[in-house]
């Protein structure tokens, strides 16, 4: 089975705090994912990865960056955590052959909680 | 450009109904489509995924859903609900890279 684990079910942090989240894969999978999930706005992509040092920016970047150097982990990074960045956040995978049609595998989530 | 529209944020449902989740999609290409299943405070569980291969799509715990060209649709059901049932469900639309886009959810709920 695919697992997916991120390193917090819940975090609280405090505003202009730094706050890194990670996410570790065991599939060996190429494609990597960082969400954030909001009442009423469903999933927004925030970056994905395609491979190691690699980094493509989803719809909503701003604030925030990420960090691949090793296949398996994803980090998502807040370098001065908002309270608007209060969420849900999910991390998923997914293998590169078959493109379009593989489904994503995704980790338990992070709530976080920026006061 | 992919996108895709869950009609019914919040949808309701005795126990034993049919169940009927609805999702229309966008898509400049033959769409790959998939639903969703999150439970509360858990990740998302993949349903079931429409890849062209046939219109009419099983997927786990009873549910399926049809692929409608014509009218842009691939729609959940599920013949009898039950209170396990009672969770969060996404449609999702693959485009380039594997890149998903989701739909804003439909929360289920059902009524014993």
């Known amino acids: 089975d695919v697992k997916v684990t991120q390193s917090s079910r819940y975090l609280v942090k405090r505003t202009g705090e730094k706050v890194f989240l990670e996410c570790v894969q065991d599939m060996d999978h190429e494609n990597m994912f960082w969400y954030r999930q909001d009442p009423g706005l469903g999933l927004r992509l925030i970056y994905f990865?395609?491979?190691?040092?690699?980094?493509e920016k989803g719809d909503i970047p701003e604030g925030y960056s990420v960090s691949r150097e090793k296949k398996e982990r994803f980090s998502l990074i807040l370098e001065s955590a908002s309270t608007n960045q209060t969420s849900m956040y999910l991390c998923?995978?997914?293998?590169?052959?078959?493109?379009?049609?593989?489904?994503?595998?995704f980790g338990p989530g992070t709530r976080l909680t920026v006061l | 450009a992919q996108s895709v529209t869950q009609l019914g944020s919040h949808v309701s449902v005795s126990e034993g109904a049919l169940v009927l989740l609805r999702c229309n999609y966008s898509s400049s290409v033959p769409p790959y489509l998939f639903w969703y299943v999150q439970y509360p405070n858990q990740g998302l569980q993949l349903l079931l995924k429409?890849?062209?291969?046939?219109?009419l799509v099983k997927g786990i715990n009873g549910f399926e859903a049809e692929f409608k060209k014509s009218e842009t649709s691939f729609h959940l059901t599920k013949p009898s609900a039950h209170m396990s049932d009672a969770a969060e469900y996404f449609c999702a639309v693959s485009g380039t890279g594997n890149q998903f886009y989701f739909g804003t959810g439909t929360s289920l709920t059902v009524i014993p």
């Open positions: 990865s395609y491979d190691v040092k690699m980094k």
């Open positions: 998923a995978s997914s293998p590169l052959a078959g493109g379009f049609y593989n489904e994503q595998f």
């Open positions: 429409y890849t062209s291969a046939a219109t």
